[in-house]
Every structure is written in structure tokens, then in C-alpha cells.
DNA sequence: CGAGTATTTGAGCAATTTCAAAGCGGGTGG
DNA sequence: CCACCCGCTTTGAAATTGCTCAAATACTCG
């Protein structure tokens, strides 16, 4: 099956890259943006997305020019490559994977953001996405326009640290998955999946014990640079071997320290 | 042999970290900086490390705090993992390569750095570096105080952009090494190589068609994810199919398109 | 409920690694 | 200035890992 294909199917609809003065629904939202449960103040990502110790106006200055939720459906694209790069985007719930796509038409998933995660720094260089980022499931993400980011960044230090500590963590997680996908055994990758996976769960507040893969064995293996009848064998693997259960897409890590070492 | 005990032969005179009112010679320098012929304004890195645009007053206040030139010798390194994040580098003259270390000891080369390219952004997010950067033949490198650097660049927008430019590029980067990576051919990844540093080194005004490696197979094969002697039997065989011609580290490259399609 | 996906598992195969040995090269100390 | 030595590179052969192809089974979403 063509990739290429694939994505002409599972995203139909796919949403349009927007301009700062968005059409319709987005543009008479953001017209009269904070509705209630959407304000940054009152929302349970803020500490991963947003600096400490802004002051209320400068909080609010944030929030006058975040749009703070827009849904994106299960197979539709935030933006896809060579969209032109306005804004950047924190995930609020649900998550996303993205892609990259080389001349010859193979793909590689560069990366799974959950809520609380930015997506869209790679526009930053060059003024226009370098991979396509996708709904696992239905989702909402804030829309941040970057200039107006940028300008805030210029007037106050803790903002300007926080993109900075945001872009820096971005670099760093790429350096990890080279070696990752440099160094490291089939097996090795698969429990390094599910580890980092569990972390980011459990620093979420959710359970780093159990939870629900919402991507295919597809794309975890594109993601770990290996093919999905191996990532499949590594979980039977891991079954016979006590470390997880696994049921379809549902993962109970049972042993955490045997991933760990393995 | 292990890559550890090979460290501490290779670089016995590791350079010690530098807090911004650093020991020696370095402060000793700093008070009377731009020596001439290492002025920003005179340096052929300039347009690849600064942004354009700026006013002789901005020039000269970037000038003013940046370290013009140390020099490091093959082998040394400007800072390694965990070391506090103090300040970014420009290389100056001379390559380098960073190296990220896993737990277990296994380690692997993240990048190649020419002239002209920065180092060190890695220690952003968390305030340590996350790599080691080692000097592949005797280099110089400017020294740019990070929290210098984001003052001005809360002053002086084009300087933002170009930072934030640098971070987003690095981004891209990292993002085509794990495609790389991940879904590349020993035969491609070698030819990529070639291809990617033959270009560089254009864009900096060198032959794209001749050059001299100042890595090792073993570094080259760590950075593509595979063994030395894999990288070796690559070279031969594009030797054989007279895409290039190898001589130990001197590479001409006979057939670009060649490459290209590989 | 049924079609189309997604997953699992097996068997054979191909690419790369591992292990081994020989050649080369250039830097250094006599 | 030359010879020697150590590290780098090349090449071969055997071993291994992960891939390809194939088929059966399990899910999921209309």
C-alpha cells in the first residue's frame, strides 16, 4: 500500500493551512476567543506549556492572542509539509504523530505528542513545515501565531526562556531517538518505546502501568526505524517473557525494571 | 576498545567548563576582545553565523561580548555532557564532532561541524549539555554567552530571528538524520554523506567535488547507524562503479547524479 | 454483521555485523 | 632522515538480525 495514498484516504479533510485572519469558524472564534474551560489559567497542561511566574496581565496578554482549542479529527493534519509556518501548536488533548517525507516518497514518523506537547518548530528555519503532523484520535490543539509569540518572547524573559527551554528539549529528544534508532537492538527500540511512553503518561498523571497505544504497529515501527511484523514479534516476546501483557493496543507493563533492562 | 578509556587518552587536556568570568587566558582576553582579523565584521563565517541587517551599533554590541577566538586542539573538547551550559560556539576554523553516550556506554556521533556552524544549543533546555563536542583537527571557535546573547536578542528582533532560526534549523536537521536512520540503505546512507558534506563545503566556498575527511570510518559509521567496515565496503563500491574515488580520507566525487540515485 | 484493516506468526532470505587477518600510512623518536 | 609502530582501513568468510512474503486470525467501524 502507497503511503502517499494511504493519507488521500484517511484525510480527506484535510484542514487548510491558515493564514493569521483564519476563515470561518476559526476566525469568528477567535473574534471572541476565551470562552470558559478554555482559558490557559484553567487548564491542566499549563504547567508543561506555559512559563511560571507570569504575572496575571502578562498571562493574559498570552491568552488574548492563543486560540485556545481548535479540534482536529482522528486522520486529519494540523499542517503538512511545505505549508508556509504561522503559528505553533500545544497539544490540549488527544495526540498526534509526525511525519516526514523523503523525495522518493518513503516515510519515517519523526515523533508522538501527547497533550501538553508543542508541535510545528520545525517551521521555524525555514518559514515552512518539514514534516506533516496528524490526529491519532480526535483532539484539540491552541494555536499559537508565532510572530505574536516572538514579540512577547521580547518583553518578557520568562516567556523567551520558556520557547527557548521548549526548542533546546526539541533538539535534545531528536539527539536521543538518533542514538535510539543508531545503536540500539529491535528489541531494545520497542522497550525504549514503551518506557518513554510510560514516563510521559505517568508525568501526565495517568497510569505508566496501563495504557492504550493509539498508533499502529505501522507507525511505532516507522518510528523505531524497524518494520511492524518485528515490533509485533518484540511484544510477543516480551509476552512470553513476563515484562508486559499486551492485548491488542492495550499495554500493561508488568515488569518495568526488565524493559529496562533488556 | 573501549570508546571511554579512548576518550581520556585522546584528550587529556580537556578544557574545563568556563563560567562567564572564566580562568586564564579567556579573561584575560575578554577584557580586551577583538583583537583585528578576528572582529566579527572581518570574519568569512560571518554571513552563516550573523544575522543581516544590523545597524554598526548592533554589530558592535554583539562584538563586544562574544569571545572572538579560542583555539582547540584535535582530540580536546569544548565542553561534554553535563557540563554546564554556559554559552554557544561558533566554529571558526577547523570541524568537529558531537557525541551523545548512553548509559551502558554506547555512544554515538550526532553531527559534523564546519566552519560557520554553531555548537552547544543542546544544553538549552536543560542547563547541561546533552553531548560531547570534540575537535576533529585543531580548530578555533568563537564564545557566545547564552544569557548575553537572549538579552540582546530581546532587544533587537533580527537577532531573535536568527537565533531562533539556528534552533529551528538544527530542528530540520536532526529530523533528516532520523529518516536517515531509519529507513536508509548502508549503500544510501554513505552516498547521503558524501552528497550532504559535499554540499557544505560548497556553500562555504570549497570544492564540492575534492575533499579530505577528518573523520574516521568509525565515526562516519556511528554517525549513519553502521559499522566502519560497512562504511569502508560502501566506499569501495562506489569506487568500483566509479561513482568516486576514495584514497584513504581524500574523497573525489566522479558522479554526483550517481550518488544521487544510489 | 461484514468488509476492510490491523496484528500475529512462520519460513526463507538478504543485508549487515562479527571476527579475523593483512595492508597502509603517517607521525615520532632515534 | 628513516624505520618502526600504532591506529586506520580494507577485505574475506561465517554468523546473525531483521526483512520479505505469505497466510491465518482478530478487530473495528460503518
Redesign the interface.
Given at each position: 500500500m502507497s503511503d502517499v495514498a494511504a493519507y488521500s484516504v484517511i484525510s480527506p479533510t484535510r484542514i487548510p493551512p491558515h493564514a493569521p485572519p483564519a476563515p470561518g469558524q476559526l476566525s469568528a472564534a477567535a473574534r471572541a476567543p476565551q470562552k470558559d474551560g478554555q482559558r490557559c489559567t484553567a487548564c491542566s497542561m499549563r504547567s508543561i506549556c506555559m512559563p511560571q511566574g507570569l504575572t496575571p496581565a502578562e498571562l493574559q496578554r498570552i491568552e488574548s492572542f492563543i486560540y485556545p482549542s481548535r479540534t482536529i479529527k482522528q486522520g486529519e493534519t494540523i499542517y503538512r509539509a511545505n505549508d508556509s509556518f504561522q503559528s505553533i501548536y500545544a497539544v490540549r488533548a488527544g495526540s498526534f504523530k509526525t511525519v516526514?517525507m523523503?523525495r522518493d516518497g518513503?516515510?519515517?514518523v519523526?515523533g508522538f505528542h501527547l497533550a501538553g506537547d508543542s508541535l510545528g518548530?520545525?517551521?521555524?528555519?525555514?518559514g515552512r513545515h518539514?514534516?506533516d503532523a496528524m490526529a491519532l484520535e480526535d483532539s484539540k490543539v491552541c494555536i499559537i501565531p508565532f510572530h505574536l509569540l516572538?514579540a512577547m518572547?521580547?518583553?518578557v524573559?520568562v516567556v523567551?526562556?520558556h520557547l527557548?527551554?521548549?526548542?533546546?528539549?526539541?533538539?535534545?529528544r531528536?539527539?536521543?531517538?538518533?542514538?535510539l534508532?543508531?545503536?540500539m537492538s529491535a528489541e531494545q527500540r520497542v522497550a525504549t518505546f514503551l518506557l518513554n511512553l510510560s514516563d510521559r503518561l505517568r508525568m501526565r498523571g495517568y497510569s505508566p502501568a496501563e495504557f492504550h497505544l493509539r498508533m499502529t504497529r505501522e507507525e511505532i515501527g516507522?518510528?523505531?526505524?524497524i518494520k511492524l511484523e518485528t515490533v509485533s514479534r518484540m511484544l510477543s516476546k516480551f509476552q512470553r517473557d513476563g515484562l508486559v501483557d499486551t492485548r491488542g493496543k492495550d499495554i500493561r507493563i508488568l515488569d518495568h525494571e526488565g524493559l529496562v533492562n533488556v
Open positions: 516526514v523523503h518513503r516515510e519515517q519523526t518548530l520545525d517551521g521555524v528555519c525555514s518539514s514534516c516572538e518572547c521580547r518583553e524573559k523567551q526562556q527557548h527551554r521548549m526548542m533546546g528539549g526539541e533538539i535534545v531528536e539527539s536521543s531517538q538518533m542514538m534508532l543508531g545503536t516507522s518510528y523505531l526505524g
